[in-house]
């Protein structure tokens, strides 16, 4: 069906584009694609992809919008707080566009809903920030026989890629397996620089456009490298791993730790036995011998709430340093804002500092203030 006068209009500033045109717009309004993630890689994408005249945007997330959000996560204002990211994005997203259709999802992507979802669209772009999602979107394309556009995130650096398409190499021709759990830190954890996602996010939706519309040069077979402090990029090149078994089916566990499960009650990488829950480190500071505390937050994190009385000691100054105030022979509980530096704070203290009974608070901060 042709264009509308009003979709003429709209997109005119496209239309007139040398090599694009009408066919590749009617291309744009008859695709479907799912967003995994509306958080700071799916926030920018969906607010071009929406623009642009996409058909049918589906958005997948489970949380809920943050307040520490909004630093980057732009679809969303201080009036959206405590709202779910889903629903909250897809009314941002049909003001700007009522010709595109928006379903929102307000759930995890898991083994159960990935494969049917992904089925439904023509490809997929991927604004996940942990290991296991991203794992689980490149086996259910590569089930599906669908592509999937990868935006990541670390500090002040970035990559793009496009995966599984026209038989090029997939996310595990690049990474094989996941890393040990706690191996990399989330966002909340190591902190970013709020246009970095937005620089990311609007990548991955260019190639998106390109894929949809059949124009341009994808980035398949290669990874875009950006680092927004030199504004330089490089792009490396990628070739299938010869002799990996190909995937056949989405293993039933092994997709590693996931970076959203730092929330309350979380499990912070570690044994369970290094570990006590918010409950039970409240009974176990109500009783008559209560533990020693540590914070190994930033001061800023700390300037926001704290576990008091508890010392302080940043992570980062662990190593070397011994809180003065705190005896190696007493029980010691380290908490940290999600359960991750804290489960590393355990073998510093153990191997270098002498102490001996020690637990990390599973959740951190976020959990015990929950």
């Not at 689980?136 to 556009?149: I, S, T, W």
Request: charged residues 20%; hydrophobic residues 40%; aromatic residues 4%.
């Amino acid at each position: 069906m042709s264009l509308t006068p009003a979709e003429t209009l709209r997109y005119s500033r496209q239309l007139g584009l040398a090599g694009f045109g009408p066919a590749a717009q009617e291309k744009l309004r008859a695709a479907a694609v799912l967003v995994v993630g509306a958080g700071g890689l799916g926030c920018p994408a969906l607010l071009y992809l929406a623009a642009a005249g996409v058909g049918r945007l589906v958005v997948i997330d489970p949380d809920t919008v943050d307040v520490s959000n909004l630093q980057r996560q732009v679809l969303y204002t201080s009036a959206d707080a405590g709202r779910p990211k889903a629903l909250a994005a897809a009314e941002r997203l049909r003001a700007l566009n009522p010709h595109v259709s928006i379903e929102p999802h307000v759930a995890r992507l898991t083994r159960d809903n990935a494969l049917s979802l992904i089925r439904g669209a023509d490809l997929v772009l991927d604004g996940s920030d942990n290991f296991a999602t991203r794992y689980l979107v490149n086996d259910a394309c590569a089930l599906a026989g669908r592509p999937f556009v990868y935006g990541a995130i670390q500090g002040f650096e970035g990559q793009v890629s496009v995966f599984n398409h026209a038989g090029g190499p997939d996310y595990r021709d690049l990474f094989p397996a996941p890393p040990p759990p706690g191996a990399a830190p989330n966002c909340a954890e190591a902190g970013v620089l709020g246009v970095l996602p937005g620089l990311v996010g609007t990548l991955q939706a260019t190639e998106v456009i390109k894929l949809l519309a059949g124009i341009g040069e994808p980035l398949s077979g290669k990874l875009l490298l950006l680092d927004a402090l030199t504004h330089a990029t490089r792009t490396l090149r990628l070739t299938r791993l010869p002799g990996r078994p190909p995937i056949t089916e989405l293993p039933p566990e092994g997709y590693g730790e996931t970076c959203a499960a730092t929330g309350p009650g979380a499990a912070a990488p570690g044994e369970p036995a290094d570990e006590i829950g918010p409950e039970e480190l409240r009974a176990a500071l109500a009783s008559p011998t209560p533990p020693q505390l540590l914070d190994v937050r930033e001061d800023h994190e700390r300037a926001l709430g704290a576990i008091l009385p508890s010392a302080h000691l940043p992570l980062a100054r662990l190593a070397d340093t011994r809180p003065p105030e705190l005896d190696p022979a007493r029980p010691l509980v380290i908490y940290c804002a999600g359960g991750l530096r804290s489960a590393r704070a355990l073998p510093l203290l153990r191997e270098r500092h002498g102490f001996r009974e020690l637990r990390s608070l599973r959740g951190g901060f976020r959990a015990w203030r929950a």
